[in-house]
């Protein structure tokens, strides 16, 4: 059995969407409202702070701020910001579209340097 603090190690990050009720606005930020927002203790994707489920939810949240966040992070994986490059709002697409192309900018330098270390 896990004990608590090893749960928390492996435990999703991120605040996700509560479910919506009508009667409240929905453009608070992550985690600053309780009727908007909930904690997630889910396991996390190897190599990011968040859950799978987290990661689909923040990426198609309808606040655009909330969506760019999500395009911003570090660890964001590549077939969530291969989804956002079709986002709706265009500066989000737009930099999802960035960040995909430098990483398979990076993923190209490597492979040469790998190959220049191989031969």
Known sequence: MRSPWETIRVACRAWRPAP???DH???????TCRVCWQPCFEARRPGTDFCDDCWLRLATHRS???????????DIPLEVLQDMTEDMDAPVA?????????????R??????????TS
Do not use: C, L
Request: glycine share 2%; net charge negative.
């Open 20 to 22: 919506r009720r009508e």
């Open 25 to 31: 606005p929905f453009s608070h930020d992550p985690g």
């Open 64 to 74: 655009v701020d909330v969506r760019s966040a999500v395009v911003s992070r570090d």
């Open 108 to 117: 190209a330098s490597d492979d040469i340097d790998w190959m220049e270390k």
């Open 94 to 106: 737009y930099a999802a579209r960035e960040r995909v192309a430098r990483y398979a900018e990076d």
